[in-house]
């Protein structure tokens, strides 16, 4: 079973990938777990990716390609993955695709997580997050027993630079530019799946496992 969680920025495909890997038994592969795991190690590729994040620079799709096709050719991945932040762009979609038509296999579901721009904006700015041990709360859905504070480290919780209003209507800007078009790419392809991400976590989660079993 190899999916792609498609979806702006704070839609909630991260949750919604993590929930599906565990429900399959197959891995969730992020993009940045990868890139992280390969510098921590020091691989080749690693300190290739190292050179372009030093820098502040996007790593080139070339070598995110090839971050990837190592990462699937692991044991782990022999009867699936979800992909949560990749492919980003069509020329990322269509190089995974060549790569993966050469193994003889392909991509079988891209669901989309659709959330309203208005939505999104709403939802980061309520979310807070413990610096110290990275758990997130809300300030509307998922607030802490003691308001500001972490419940599990008791350090005070901070509004992260991402989550910022004015810097996510920027994110999303990019996001309808570069990734909304892997919509149409993959609506083409006939595995698009939409589902509603407005809805609670657990319907949302629902539907995917629906559609994952249909």
Request: glycine share 8%; net charge neutral; proline share 5%.
């Amino acid at each position: 079973m190899k999916i792609i969680m498609l979806g702006a920025p704070g839609a909630g495909k991260g949750t919604q990938a993590k929930k599906i890997a565990a429900k399959f038994n197959i891995p969730h592969i992020s993009t940045g777990d990868i890139f992280r795991e390969n510098i921590k190690n020091q691989t080749t590729l690693g300190k290739k990716a190292q050179k372009y994040i030093d820098k502040g620079l996007l790593v080139p799709d070339d070598l995110v390609l090839e971050l990837v096709m190592e990462r699937i050719n692991e044991p782990d991945c022999k009867d699936g993955y979800v992909f949560d932040g990749f492919p980003r762009t069509i020329p990322q979609a269509k190089a995974l695709d060549e790569a993966l038509k050469m193994k003889n296999d392909r991509m079988q579901y891209a669901i989309d997580v659709d959330v309203p721009d208005e939505v999104i904006i709403r939802r980061m700015a309520g979310r807070r997050v413990c610096p110290n041990c990275g758990k997130t709360y809300h300030t509307e859905t998922l607030r802490p027993k003691t308001e500001g504070i972490c419940d599990s480290c008791g350090s005070e919780l901070i509004l992260r630079d991402d989550d910022n209003p004015e810097t996510v209507k920027k994110r999303l800007t990019v996001y309808h530019e570069q990734t909304q078009p892997l919509i149409d790419y993959y609506k083409q392809k006939g595995i698009l799946y939409s589902v509603d991400g407005t809805k609670d976590i657990e319907e949302i989660y629902n539907e995917i496992v629906e559609i994952l079993t249909a």
